[in-house]
């Protein structure tokens, strides 16, 4: 544990006195003081919970809202080591001494980080005790006048966190359509999640730097560049908080995929994946509302999920292994580090081999791991990709990954305490 001096003064008769009965007691005055300290102290100030900045807050204005005295501001000051309690950040972490419990999460969101893609196996958290988060997809089109939604209700309900991603199509018709279609798209967003129930947190669309993402498929379609993505972003989220009850949801950005080189555009010439995902961030800094990252292995070895491995030039400035997640984290600009980030697909680039190998404990525990740290934006979720059997990553009938899973959630890993 990490030691701080703190010094006071005290008058010449009374540092004799202190001195001498440390000496008569055969006594170091240091261990003396240090003990009598924490016998004053007791327990105050082991109980806290964490609070992220937000525009417009003052240390007395987050004084008077957690404690009912603005004056407790020097509270927060002292236990924050805060030197000039007027600068204070957007996203910074404060810790709160002695304040009550938490304000409860509204349904549809779970303190867990477990979770999987695609609804199927979420009884196997339910069983655990530890009801995390499940992923739903939709295809959804770019008819402005198509009604039709779906209902997350029983998951909701059932205590879980839910996700839905709103994709236009899938392969060649485009995680969004082409742009001229973008206002139609947002129309049909704004419809779906109107008629929904359960949900109150949309991503639109996936990893827009993927050629297969492309409306009109990787060859010849259309590229979307982070302006094109945020154009799109802005309209859907306009139509999603302009519907009735929907005025607060969280509008979140498409993960982008690691690795990927596709998409080239002016200013990154290499089509870095990380330069992507900033340029896309800052042209939605005053809109975002949550941020959707994906991370990957590249093999099934649990040791190598701390690797510190980096890709070959001209990106050996990147994280090659499934660290790529701190890459994404680490180039979320600073005034955007107060909101909440998802993992939203998470696997080894390999399909699941039916085998527990304790990679996906090893996984959660590094996840864990960044979130213990309260410096960290924190992230609320990672989603094993896949559990149903759309494609070759599935994971449900693989007892293997499954008793792998159930072991990582015999561990109390949540993201809010």
């Not at 404060?94 to 938490?102: D, I, M, W």
């Not at 005790?129 to 198509?146: F, I, S, Y």
């Not at 982070?226 to 509008?251: M, N």
Request: glycine letters at 8%.
């Amino acid at each position: 544990m990490a030691v701080r001096k703190i010094e006071t003064s005290v008058d010449e008769i009374l540092a004799r006195r202190l001195s001498a009965r440390a000496a008569d007691l055969g006594k170091d005055l240091d261990s003396v003081i240090q003990q009598e300290l924490a016998a004053w102290l007791g327990d105050w100030g082991l109980r806290f919970r964490a609070y992220i900045v937000q525009p417009g807050d003052t240390l007395s204005a987050i004084a008077a809202r957690f404690y009912g005295d603005r004056s407790k501001a020097a509270v927060i000051a002292a236990f924050n080591a805060i030197i000039n309690p007027n600068l204070i950040e957007v996203g910074q972490e404060l810790l709160l001494p002695e304040v009550g419990g938490q304000e409860p999460l509204p349904q549809g969101e779970s303190p867990f980080i477990f979770g999987l893609h695609d609804r199927g196996g979420e009884h196997y958290m339910d069983w655990a005790g530890r009801k995390g988060w499940v992923l739903c997809t939709e295809e959804l089109g770019a008819d402005p006048n198509d009604q039709s939604s779906k209902s997350y209700r029983d998951l909701a309900e059932g205590g879980y966190g839910v996700l839905v991603r709103l994709n236009h199509g899938y392969n060649e018709q485009g995680t969004l359509p082409v742009s001229s279609r973008y206002a139609n798209f947002a129309r049909r967003c704004g419809n779906f999640v109107a008629r929904s129930e359960g949900c109150h947190i949309w991503i639109i669309g996936n990893e827009p730097n993927l050629a297969v993402e492309r409306p009109g498929g990787p060859e010849n379609g259309e590229w979307i560049t982070p302006e094109k993505y945020a154009t799109a972003f802005r309209l859907c989220r306009q139509e999603i908080r302009s519907r009735p009850g929907h005025e607060r949801d969280q509008v979140v950005v498409a993960a982008v995929g690691p690795w990927n080189i596709q998409t080239s555009y002016p200013g990154n010439p290499s089509g870095d994946w990380i330069t992507y995902f900033e340029d896309m961030l800052k042209k939605l800094q005053d809109v975002c509302d949550g941020i959707a990252i994906h991370t990957y292995a590249r093999d099934p070895d649990p040791a190598n999920i701390v690797s510190e491995e980096r890709m070959d030039p001209p990106f050996d400035h990147r994280r090659k292994m499934f660290r790529t997640y701190i890459d994404f984290m680490q180039a979320i600009p600073q005034g955007m580090r107060h909101l909440p980030v998802y993992i939203t697909e998470a696997n080894q680039n390999a399909p699941w081999a039916d085998e527990n190998r304790g990679w996906i404990q090893e996984a959660y525990a590094e996840i864990n791991r960044w979130n213990a740290n309260p410096a960290h934006q924190k992230i609320r979720c990672m989603l094993l990709y896949r559990w149903g059997r759309y494609d070759q990553w599935a994971m449900e009938g693989k007892a293997g990954v499954i008793a792998d899973f159930r072991a990582a959630l015999q561990r109390d890993y949540r993201w809010r305490v």
